[in-house]
């Protein structure tokens, strides 16, 4: 973000994994202003602490149940290295990822398709973002107990770490070069004295390890997950809710407001008021200057509310949803379509961990808006025809 300052080209080029950066960024602050709001962290401590000694009060239960919070615990605490190979690799700017194609057995179609997603991805970036992505993942090495990090990072040092970088990726990667990469044998690889390459096949030699052990934690959690959820059901003595995981769901409430703190009031609903107010010019609040002549101008046409005398634009609603729901259908009780979900409430984050009906709240776009939109600002009044509007 820093190198697009003062370099319009730049900036267009990292805009898009800067904005991804930022949404996943806002997204944690939310979680821990929550779980520090909520004291969520405390209180399931408590109830860690009371099932504990509900376990060890009863023999059978203790040798049945006594040992998962503690080999829970243990799991992990294990390297976690997979997290930084995945940022090498996987992740969303995968600066090392053509290194994986000589090590697979993939057709020449599929490693052109693979060459061109990874110059896509890595053409978004200059030399210094390229740069800086190596680095954040080798920082991240470097964050590790000594004992657990990974071995190709020897004689990379937080004081080393730019002049290390700068060596590693001389020039940023374009397309001719991660083709060469892609197509370079096993001994090529393996033979070069390039310092990229060196550093790639020497990570490339610990991943089948890591995988192995990361298979095996996640195997481990998933068995004690279990066991813990059927103490837990135990421990509760009260109806589970059922897992839903990869199921069709359905979640129901009602549009209200909610009051995060003292004094503190949010509607249900806001207006075209709000964007006008908000409206710098400059982003993120710079609405388009069309839509922001019609608001002035009051042209609602027929999606106005005549109760409250304007365009309805977001509604809150005390639904449960959670990552991905984002474009969920919003129904009333009639099964008509009135909006749609598209995100949650800063201050209740933290609702996948635990949800409180007094603050959680999903943030829907309300129909009417979305219908006034497709007509007023994309002159599609012909999609509109063929819907059956209900005018209540």
């Known amino acids: 973000e820093k190198q697009g300052e003062n370099d319009e080209a730049v900036r267009l080029k990292n805009a898009s994994e800067i904005k991804s950066l930022a949404n996943t960024l806002k997204n944690f602050e939310g979680m821990r202003d929550g779980l520090k709001a909520t004291h969520l962290v405390e209180r399931k401590r408590e109830m860690e602490a009371r099932f504990q000694k509900w376990v060890d009060a009863d023999p059978e239960r203790k040798a049945k149940w006594g040992h998962i919070l503690s080999d829970i615990a243990a799991a992990y605490k ?19 990822a053509a290194y994986r194609l000589p090590m697979e057995d993939l057709s020449p179609q599929r490693v052109e398709g693979m060459i061109a ?21 080798i920082r991240s090495n470097l964050s590790l107990p000594e004992d657990q990090r990974l071995e190709a990072f020897e004689g990379i040092t937080a004081d080393n770490l730019d002049e290390k970088v700068a060596e590693l990726l001389p020039t940023a990667l374009d397309r001719a070069r991660i083709a060469q990469i892609a197509n370079m044998s096993r001994d090529e690889l393996s033979s070069s004295d390039k310092p990229l390459d060196k550093l790639a096949w020497r990570l490339l030699q610990v991943i089948p390890e890591v995988n192995r052990a990361y298979a095996e934690f996640g195997s481990r959690i998933g068995a004690l997950r279990l066991e813990l959820s059927e103490a837990m059901a135990a421990f509760r003595n009260q109806p589970e809710y059922p897992d839903a995981n990869s199921t069709l769901r359905v979640t129901y409430g009602t549009v209200k407001g909610y009051s995060p703190r003292d004094a503190v009031e949010y509607l249900h609903y806001t207006t075209p008021r709000g964007v006008l107010e908000k409206n710098t010019g400059k982003k993120p609040f710079d609405a388009p200057e069309k839509q922001l002549e019609l608001f002035r101008a009051k042209d609602w046409g027929r999606w106005g509310d005549p109760a409250l005398n304007t365009l309805p634009l977001d509604f809150l609603s005390d639904t449960d ?28 984050m933290t609702s996948d961990y635990q949800f409180m009906p007094e603050i959680t709240r999903t943030i829907n776009v309300d129909i009417r808006y979305v219908l006034w939109c497709t007509e007023k600002i994309d002159g599609m009044s012909r999609l509109i025809e063929e819907m059956d509007i209900v005018d209540d």
């Open 78 to 96: 294990a390297p976690n290295r997979q997290a930084i190979l995945a940022r090498l690799f996987l992740g969303p700017v995968p600066i090392l």
């Open 117 to 137: 997603v990874i110059s896509n991805i890595l053409g978004q970036l200059d030399l210094d973002g390229q740069r800086a992505v190596l680095a954040t993942a």
């Open 321 to 348: 949803i959670t990552g991905g729901n984002s474009g969920s259908s919003i129904m009333n009780a009639k099964g008509e379509m009135i909006g749609l979900a598209f995100d949650g409430n800063y201050e209740a």
